[in-house]
């Protein structure tokens, strides 16, 4: 009887597949969260904090490696290519979305080659200006780039980052015409405009706070859908500008390859919710100046999607090709 018992033990064994079996015990082996870009930046930070706790939780290390190119498109072409065991994530941000809108040479999709975990976040811009512009409010400085001749200059941190994104939106929702201005990166873009070389910028809302406070800058609005916690009197560009479609943010989340089995999605997307969920982890998003919005994982799919399909038609708009 035993023996008996034995056997179909096993037979029952050999039907169920290996992966299966192995997804019970998940994480057996170290995890690696990709960030796209160089290590120190804010995508980076994120990283960190939800590998760190997620080390804790599991007992197996958690580490970070940075694949930086091409605007985020190497460290996401060699995560959409690497096994879906939920060994390899990606921490990703709106160049997800961007980039393969804006490089021909791109093969993965957004939507297609990758399922989410988890959303985290955003990071507000907020409209700045240099002391020399005459425009204290966004309806002032729209009234004064209807009538710029030549056009009112803008910079940012490089094409299709969040401050361009924040610009070249404006300039569409607001029927003006801006002359984007890119650098190599934001600290550049922001030289540029304390030394009134160009007039105006949509800045990390953490480096605008500084600079308006210091009284170097003035503040107008901030990009995205809600007011700022860290600046609650100063209104959102779609309530000062009446825009109400305008929403424009450094947003924050956590996926892995599309063909990740749903099992080890769902206990990864169950911890990080949790870890979230941390007073300590919260306090550090809000350090970042992230305004802290968590997304399940359809949810965040299903934001990716339209972000994909809203810039999309955003640079189409622009005249804005793929090169």
């Not at 200059?153 to 929702?173: C, K």
């Not at 339209?306 to 804005?320: L, P, R, S, T, Y």
């Amino acid at each position: 009887m035993k023996i008996t018992h034995l056997l179909a033990a096993c037979a029952l064994a050999m039907l169920v597949p290996a992966s299966a079996m192995a997804q019970g015990d998940y994480p057996t082996r170290t995890i690696k969260i990709v960030v796209p870009f160089s290590a120190g930046g804010i995508v980076d930070s994120v990283a960190r904090l939800i590998g760190d706790k997620l080390a804790t939780r599991y007992g197996q290390a958690v580490v970070v490696e940075n694949r930086t190119g091409a605007g985020g498109a190497i460290g996401t072409d060699y995560v959409a290519r690497a096994p879906a065991d939920g060994y390899t994530l990606l921490l990703v941000s709106p160049s997800h979305a961007v980039a393969p809108i804006l490089k021909k040479n791109i093969a993965w999709n957004p939507v297609r080659d990758f399922k989410a975990i988890a959303g985290f976040g955003i990071v507000p811009n907020i409209i700045v200006v240099h002391p020399s512009v005459p425009a204290k409010t966004m309806a002032e400085l729209i009234a004064l780039a209807k009538k710029s001749d030549p056009p009112m200059t803008y910079s940012t941190a490089g094409v299709g980052t969040s401050n361009h994104l924040s610009g070249e939106l404006l300039a569409q929702e607001a029927h003006i015409k801006l002359t984007h201005v890119p650098y190599k990166g934001q600290t550049d873009a922001l030289n540029d405009l304390l030394a009134g070389r160009v007039e105006m910028m949509p800045l990390t809302a953490a480096l605008a706070i500084q600079q308006v406070q210091a009284g170097k800058l003035r503040g107008l609005a901030v990009t995205t859908a809600k007011r700022a916690s860290a600046v609650p009197d100063l209104p959102t560009v779609a309530e000062a500008a009446d825009l109400p479609d305008y929403a424009v943010g450094t947003w924050f989340g956590l996926v892995a390859p599309a063909a990740t089995p749903a099992e080890v999605r769902e206990k990864l997307a169950r911890d990080v919710s949790e870890i979230i969920a941390m007073p300590d982890v919260q306090a550090k998003f809000a350090s970042l100046g992230m305004e802290l919005a968590p997304q399940s994982p359809a949810e965040f799919d299903a934001f990716v999607a339209a972000e994909f399909d809203k810039w999309g038609k955003v640079f189409k708009q622009a005249g804005i090709e793929a090169n």
